[in-house]
């Protein structure tokens, strides 16, 4: 595609780099006219170019082919912001240069231009930067496209337009597409009702790209567009008017503006004059936290701006470092000199003042701080940030290419500097970032991406199979927790031992012993049912892991409500022999024990004949982690599962509660009391752990949680009966029962 359209879409904010010492192209060009335009400028092993829009005008240069072009300076009034993104860049870099463990011997200049936010200037601009100083442009002459083999990252096109690698393979940006800001403009513009809205954008294709999505995007939820308006590049007064005419003609209140601050001043300081405060604007990313309109002027007008900035963050050590800048005559502090003159309204000494229009000279001694303006603010950096990452992009891109730190290369301090290798390179480092894509040819500008569950090696060059992790029976975490397991298992099987060898004692007598038996035999399988949680997960296993969980609790939980209800109605008959006894008697308390469980059951056999959970290699973790997991289809249908348990338990906890008073010795509704506490208390901790636990550590959570309530039913409702019948065999007496031995 022509180069000039290139540029339009991809360079007009650019942060690009060239290698100083790779020069790969032997035909020669010449390069027609002359370009001096200001440059700040380091010189480095490796320079790293840089375009701004310090200025928002850029005259037109008339072509007329008889004479060579002469170069037209940047006009209108100096962008602070910009200026501070400038500096951003310099501090990026002065900080790598001073960074041992980052590109070690290796030193980083740069050279800084102004875009002047204008296609013809930034294309200029563009291969000064690529060729350097040199007056002859090294290029094939069949393609000068050759002359942008630069890696172009961009710090602030946002155009969805650049996210098409086969039209723009070299292009890479920190800052994201205007497919996301398009869809939070739209839902934000529907979230107030606005139906009947109207659109102002440039001749650019940020603003043709963004006001087309955002009209697609409107017209499906039904809204519609009023009117659509372009600003021209270099408005004149009659086309400003015409704009605001038909703005205020419009019975549209809301307008959507694709633009700049600079392209939108003039229109909005016009808009001001006309007192023309009814609209309520909206604003893309690229204006809405641009101080350059918060003059006061514009308070009427801009009033209740809505619109989506890039996130702030703060850059330690980059407020220091702005506050430091000093003008001078030196050309390297060429735009220093012009933000000083522009910021305290005074001319420098340093040239010819005949052409500025301050007639004040400046002492060069002006204290920034006590200034506030969009250079001094670093609060919340956002654009900053943006150019600060491109920076480092390259710095980590480089480091890696130049073999820094490696082992082969004899030294961990030192790059290999002699490597010779083209900016493309260097895109391609940056390019396969994504974590399934590698590319094992030189110079390639797409990535191979790996096959299903393989993931890159450390150079990117090769796909290996990926590292698959679950809960094993073999690492140390599965050992504790199956040990854990049957530890619980062997304790329940001696408490059951002891109670049938004292079968016919008071103690376990009084307590129900045929729910006692049962609530062992239930305690056994709620340990047991953990087992099938720990291994590489199966489509049995995964069916048979919640299933045995719920089934287990629910026959646990029942035993220990019926126990519970007879504990009650024991105490709570008047007379011996009582009705209610008789209502709720052994085959009473089996059917209800039944029908609780018949529940769970058919809970869990309708979830697993619907949505059961299958094997699952979860592959969102980074470090070439393969995650196998049971992955639920319905996950309803567990915190079902554990919400009828729930339910059981907070029944057994208000009758124990209740029953915790009755007069005895050995009242057993204040253990089970004490044990729906402890119950209670880890599985209500266990919801937030185990949502967000990553990995197998999730499996973990549950089987801990599962072992945790176990043990503390068991313990709470059956050792101290055990102490009794072992070491305290006084009191498994009727007399000492009833608390009626003497003392």
């Given at each position: 595609m022509p180069v000039t359209k290139l540029v339009a879409l991809g360079l007009l904010l650019l942060l690009c780099f060239s290698v100083v010492f790779c020069n790969a192209l032997d035909n020669r060009c010449w390069t027609l006219g002359d370009f001096n335009s200001p440059v700040l400028e380091q010189d480095g092993d490796i320079v790293i170019g840089g375009l701004f829009p310090m200025h928002y005008i850029a005259l037109e240069t008339d072509h007329n082919y008889s004479e060579r072009p002469q170069h037209q300076e940047c006009s209108g009034r100096f962008d602070f912001r910009a200026f501070r993104w400038v500096q951003t860049m310099v501090f990026a870099i002065e900080e790598i240069n001073s960074n041992s463990s980052l590109l070690p011997g290796v030193t980083l200049g740069y050279r800084i231009l102004d875009s002047c936010d204008h296609v013809h200037t930034s294309l200029r601009s563009t291969l000064f930067l690529v060729n350097g100083t040199s007056s002859q442009t090294q290029a094939n002459a069949d393609g000068s496209a050759k002359c942008l083999s630069s890696a172009p990252i961009s710090y602030f096109a946002t155009c969805t337009c650049l996210t098409d690698k086969k039209e723009y393979p070299s292009f890479l940006r920190t800052v994201p597409s205007d497919v996301f800001q398009v869809q939070g403009l739209v839902q934000l513009v529907s979230h107030f009702g606005w139906r009947w809205v109207g659109t102002v954008g440039t001749d650019d294709d940020y603003s043709h790209y963004g006001i087309q999505a955002f009209t697609e995007q409107l017209e499906k939820l039904g809204g519609c567009i009023a009117f659509h308006h372009t600003i021209p590049k270099a408005p004149s007064q009659a086309q400003i008017h015409a704009i605001l005419n038909s703005l205020e003609g419009s019975t549209a209140q809301v307008i959507i503006a694709f633009a700049t601050e600079g392209q939108l001043l003039e229109l909005l300081v016009e808009a001001a004059h006309r007192n023309l405060t009814r609209m309520q604007w909206v604003a893309s990313e690229a204006w809405v936290t641009a101080k350059l309109l918060t003059i006061p002027e514009l308070h009427p007008v801009l009033d209740g701006t809505l619109g989506f900035a890039f996130r702030g963050t703060t850059i330690p050590g980059l407020a220091e470092f702005l506050l430091r800048?000093?003008?001078?005559?030196?050309?390297?502090?060429?735009?220093?000199?012009?933000?000083?003159?522009?910021?305290?309204?005074?001319?420098?000494?340093?040239?010819?003042?005949?052409?500025?229009?301050?007639?004040?000279?400046?002492?060069?001694?002006?204290?920034?701080?006590?200034?506030?303006?969009?250079?001094?603010?670093?609060?919340?950096?956002?654009?900053?940030?943006?150019?600060?990452?491109?920076?480092?992009?390259?710095?980590?891109?480089?480091?890696?290419?130049?073999?820094?730190?490696?082992?082969?290369?004899?030294?961990?301090?030192?790059?290999?500097?002699?490597?010779?290798?083209?900016?493309?390179?260097?895109?391609?480092?940056c390019l396969c970032v994504c974590v399934w894509e590698i590319s094992n040819i030189s110079g390639a500008t797409e990535c191979?991406?790996?096959?299903?569950?393989?993931?890159p090696n450390n150079e990117r060059v090769s796909c290996v199979a990926g590292i698959e992790e679950f809960l094993s029976y073999h690492e140390i975490m599965g050992i504790i927790l199956i040990s854990l397991s049957l530890f619980g298992v062997a304790v329940a099987t001696v408490i059951t031992g002891i109670f049938f060898l004292f079968r016919s004692t008071p103690i376990v007598k009084a307590n129900n012993s045929e729910m006692s038996f049962l609530l062992l035999l239930s305690l056994k399988l709620c340990f047991l049912c953990s087992l099938v949680f720990v291994g590489r997960p199966s489509p049995w296993t995964c069916r048979a892991r919640q299933a045995a969980f719920g089934i287990s609790f629910v026959l646990c939980i029942s035993c220990i409500l019926v126990k519970t209800i007879v504990v009650l109605l024991a105490f709570r008959s008047t007379m011996p022999g009582s009705i209610s006894l008789k209502l709720f008697g052994p085959p009473q308390q089996r059917v209800f024990i039944f029908c609780c469980t018949t529940g769970q059951v058919i809970l869990c056999a309708c979830w697993l004949a619907l949505a059961p959970p299958y094997p699952y290699k979860n592959t969102s973790y980074q470090g070439g982690k393969i995650v196998l997991e049971c992955k639920d289809v319905w996950p309803l249908g567990f915190y079902l599962a554990l919400g009828y348990i729930g339910l059981l338990s907070c029944m057994c906890f208000a009758l124990s509660f209740l029953g915790r008073k009755l007069p005895d010795t050995f009242n057993e509704a204040k253990l089970i009391t004490f044990s729906m506490l402890i119950f209670f208390a880890v599985w209500i901790s266990f919801i937030p752990a185990y949502n967000s636990s990553p990995g197998k550590y999730t499996v973990a959570v549950e089987i801990f949680a599962i072992l945790a309530s176990t043990f503390g039913l068991l313990f709470c409702i059956f050792v101290p009966k055990c102490y009794v019948i072992l070491l305290r065999p006084?009191?498994?007496?009727?007399?000492?029962?009833?608390?009626?031995?003497?003392?």
């Open positions: 800048v000093r003008p001078s005559p030196k050309p390297e502090s060429v735009f220093t000199n012009m933000f000083w003159e522009e910021l305290f309204g005074c001319r420098l000494g340093y040239k010819d003042g005949g052409d500025s229009e301050f007639s004040s000279l400046c002492t060069g001694s002006e204290d920034l701080m006590e200034t506030e303006n969009s250079y001094t603010d670093v609060s919340r950096v956002r654009i900053s940030y943006n150019v600060y990452k491109a920076v480092y992009a390259i710095a980590h891109a480089l480091h890696q290419l130049l073999q820094c730190g490696s082992k082969e290369h004899g030294s961990d301090h030192i790059c290999k500097t002699e490597s010779k290798f083209s900016p493309w390179q260097v895109i391609f480092l191979i991406k790996c096959p299903q569950y393989y993931w006084d009191l498994n007496t009727k007399k000492g029962m009833t608390g009626k031995m003497s003392k």
